[in-house]
């Protein structure tokens, strides 16, 4: 039996090969719709998502993380095409953008992720949740002006997130709504357990009977003048003839640009940007994660360099590791990167062969199954936890929550980590604990000693601490002295005591005061996975 943790590629294709088709129907239309808000090429966003499934996946050590073109970067794409004359200029910018990112994996930059507040992660995620919804209601509808995989709060189509709605409402398409209605439905009634019982339902998982099901009542609802679906409302894949048509949408860049000045900026740009969306999102899955594996952040930069060089070599968008596809993957219970790298297979193989196929899928099929991804990320149990964790906690995440609502992730990470800091910063700052690897001997245990304050900066002290520690060893962490431990070392503790028992470490823990953290820990992750 193999320990957790430890799994080999193609241990789990049981899970992993479901929850990338899922992955893989949420993906089609948001590579499509990103690329067309970013004013590029639809195929763009198609070959970045095959990048990011197939190359990313295979370097990278993120487990449960998906890559491919990220919403956050479509208005920077938009203004650097029109700034440098041609996409083929663009995509040199790229390519230059990739060789950064390694540079900064080499550099060990990756370590910014472990300074992320807990509080702040979790909202981004409930963030994240909330927008979803805001965003496919109107799919759901029918009105689909707003490409899929906008989430900023002010859209390409003159709107904001709030006034869709008010659009959706008055546009409703009644063929899309009942497909959506019926995809909800079907998706409902999978997550109950006398459906769980049966074994039928872990050969067919919801959302692929629920897209099914879309395409089925697409070609009943055709030549129906009240009913049939348009358009704009299924999947658009531009359609090949041939193999040569295919590859003649594949684009070179120009390299000829790198000369210009201004190629680097839009490069550096695209890089930072890039990376910090990687990094966040790799915290977010990291915390999704039922067996707490740590992703290595600077493995993961490099990756990510290596598939952005890959991806604008070929005439593909810049690619980052995505929440909303990560969350998807880990929702439908993929347990290694397999999946991950399965559906870019899926998306290569599908664009190639099935593209008819593909364009009967209907938008509000895909809302369904997004719906429900956003409302298990942002469920009141979430709340209710976060709540339990205290007002310092409560108050990032309620503020993180709003501004991602209101901005954008990037605008709305910053403000709830600029509240995170008021809080911590009312603290003293002392020395968390004492630990020296050199004094480990053999037979005898760990003993950590906290000190009497534990903030969220002592974090990726921690993990690296927790990182040295030997197989099959005895530890003690004492609290005695502490009067005050942040939640987000009470987490890594509390991932660590998982992780311990893969690797044979006996874990005490000694002089926790507050007897109900433990239980608030467990409560709130609990409600997230």
């Known amino acids: 039996m193999k320990k957790s943790g430890n799994h080999g590629f193609f241990d789990h294709l049981g899970s992993d090969l479901p929850a990338s088709l899922v992955v893989f129907l949420v993906a089609v239309p948001l ?5 067309l808000a970013s004013g590029a090429p639809l195929f763009s966003g198609i070959i970045a998502g095959i990048v990011g499934g197939i190359v990313v996946a295979l370097i990278s050590k993120s487990q449960l993380g998906v890559s491919g073109p990220a919403a956050g970067l479509a208005v920077i794409v938009l203004t ?24 900064l994996g080499i550099f060990k930059t990756g370590v910014f992720a472990y ?4 509080s702040v992660i979790k909202g981004m995620l409930s963030g994240i949740g909330v927008i979803i919804i805001l965003k496919q209601i109107p799919h759901a509808f029918g009105y689909d002006a707003d490409p899929e995989g906008d989430m900023d709060f002010f859209q390409p189509d003159g709107h904001n997130t709030f006034s869709e709605l008010f659009y959706a409402w008055e546009n409703i398409t009644p063929g899309a709504l009942v497909i959506s209605v019926v995809g909800l439905a079907i998706l409902i009634l999978w997550e109950q357990p006398i459906i769980k019982k049966f074994s039928f339902s872990k050969i067919l998982n919801g959302p692929l009977l629920a897209v099914a099901t879309g395409i089925g009542l697409n070609l009943f609802f055709e030549g129906n003048e009240y009913f049939s679906l348009h358009g704009d409302h299924v999947v658009n894949i531009p359609v090949n003839e041939s193999l040569n048509d295919f590859l003649g949408q594949f684009t070179s860049p120009n390299f000829a640009v790198l000369a210009n000045k201004k190629t680097y900026v839009v490069a550096l740009t695209i890089a930072i940007i890039a990376s910090i969306e990687t990094l966040l999102s790799v915290e977010a899955a990291d915390k999704m994660d039922p067996e707490r594996r740590i992703t290595p952040t600077n493995r993961e930069l490099i990756a990510q360099g290596i598939g952005n060089s890959i991806s ?25 990167r397999a999946s991950a790298f399965f559906h870019g297979v899926m998306l290569l193989v599908c664009v190639v062969a099935i593209p008819h196929i593909l364009n009967l899928i209907p938008l509000a099929s895909l809302a369904a199954v997004l719906l429900v991804v956003g409302y298990k990320l942002v469920k ?38 600029a509240v995170a800091m008021v809080f911590i910063l009312w603290n003293n700052f002392k020395t968390p604990y004492h630990f020296d690897p050199d004094e480990i001997k053999e037979g005898e245990p760990i003993k950590i000693d906290l000190s009497e304050d534990v903030s969220f900066l002592n974090k990726a002290g921690f993990i690296k601490t927790f990182g040295l520690i030997p197989e099959n060893s005895h530890v003690i962490i004492d609290a ?9 070392v009470l987490e890594v503790i509390d991932d660590f005591k998982i992780n311990a028992k893969s690797k044979g470490i006996k874990l005490e823990l000694v002089g926790f005061k507050n ?4 239980n608030v820990v467990e409560e709130l992750e609990s409600v997230v996975k």
């Not at 929550?401 to 990037?410: E, S």
């Not at 005695?480 to 987000?488: A, E, L, P, S, V």
């Not at 007897?515 to 433990?518: M, P, Y």
């Open 31 to 35: 590579c499509l719709g990103i690329a």
């Open 80 to 103: 650097a095409i029109g700034d440098m004359g041609s996409f083929e200029n663009f995509l040199a910018a790229v390519v230059i953008a990739g060789i950064f990112q390694i540079l």
């Open 115 to 118: 300074y992320l507040p807990s």
């Open 312 to 336: 604008g070599l070929i005439g593909g968008l810049p690619v980052t590791q995505v929440i909303v596809r990560s969350s998807a993957n880990v929702q439908s219970g993929g347990k290694t």
């Open 380 to 417: 009141p149990a979430i709340f209710k936890a976060m709540y339990k964790t205290g007002h310092s906690q409560f108050y990032s995440y309620i503020v993180t929550i709003v501004a991602i609502v209101l901005t954008d992730l990037l605008t709305g990470i910053g403000l709830g980590l």
């Open 480 to 488: 005695t002295r502490n009067k005050d431990i942040h939640w987000d």
């Open 515 to 518: 007897e109900n953290s433990d």
